[in-house]
Antibody
Framework: QMQLVQSGAEVRKPGASVKVSCKTS????????INWVRQAPGQGFEWMGW????????GYGQRFQGRFTLTSHTSLGTAYMELSSLGYEDTAVYYC????????????????WGQGTMVIVSS | DIQLTQSPSSLSASVGDRVTITCRAS??????LNWYQQTPGKAPKLLIY???NLHSEVPSRFSASGSGTDFTLTISSLQPEDFATYHC????????FGQGTKLEIK
């Protein structure tokens, strides 16, 4: 069974950093990009960035450049996201999602999602 | 950046109803549009990819259409498990999502 299992909820003070893990299983980890998406309370999804576990290439959304880092541990089949300089506006549920290509590779979508990790920024 | 606007933001309906949700893109995105279902406490689920293609194991009461800037998701006969929030997602440029449409029981 293919799945992504994320680490548990975190509480951080403003200015701190948080690191969330996303453990994959049931498929070859290096065959698919992992993307990160967050959802603030009562809001829609916001795409943050992607990582290719095979090449270690990454791409970050412009809003997160400079304080967002994606890494992976291939032998563990696990991806990580770290967000630094946290502000209250970073309070959200953070999701990892596997990117799959359809129709000969022409179209992308996220076919498997983690269960989400709540990150609360509070003083 | 490409913006997606969903309407309505929320919707009340009954079991057995037919409902349609709309997603409008700020620029032409061809068929680079996906739909997801989000149920409280569960991981989001891919329903539709490339504007109109049903993902595996998604019930046939779900359908979608559109291209360019205007897209729709239709549920032909609502079931209790369909009451959820639905999100559109464009994969043409930098990934972006609509704000979501919450489907509630009337």
């Amino acid at each position: 069974q293919m799945q992504l299992v994320q680490s548990g909820a975190e509480v951080r003070k403003p200015g701190a950093s948080v690191k969330v893990s996303c453990k994959t299983s049931g498929y070859i980890f290096t065959d698919y990009d992992i993307n990160w998406v967050r959802q603030a309370p009562g809001q829609g999804f916001e795409w943050m960035g992607w990582m290719n576990p095979n090449s270690n290439n990454v791409g970050y959304g412009q809003r997160f450049q400079g304080r967002f880092t994606l890494t992976s541990h291939t032998s563990l089949g696990t991806a990580y996201m770290e967000l630094s300089s946290l502000g209250y506006e970073d309070t959200a549920v953070y999701y990892c999602a596997r990117r799959i290509k359809f129709l000969g590779g022409a179209f992308d979508a996220f076919d498997i999602w983690g269960q989400g990790t709540m990150v609360i920024v509070s003083s | 950046d490409i913006q997606l606007t969903q309407s309505p933001s929320s919707l009340s309906a009954s079991v057995g109803d037919r409902v349609t949700i709309t997603c409008r893109a700020s620029h032409n995105i061809g068929k680079y549009l996906n739909w997801y279902q989000q149920t409280p406490g569960k991981a989001p689920k891919l329903l539709i990819y490339a504007a109109s293609n049903l993902h595996s194991e998604v019930p046939s009461r779900f359908s979608a259409s559109g291209s360019g800037t205007d897209f729709t998701l239709t549920i032909s006969s609502l079931q209790p498990e369909d009451f959820a929030t639905y999100h559109c997602h464009q994969s043409y440029g930098i990934f972006a999502f609509g704000q979501g449409t919450k489907l509630e029981i009337k």
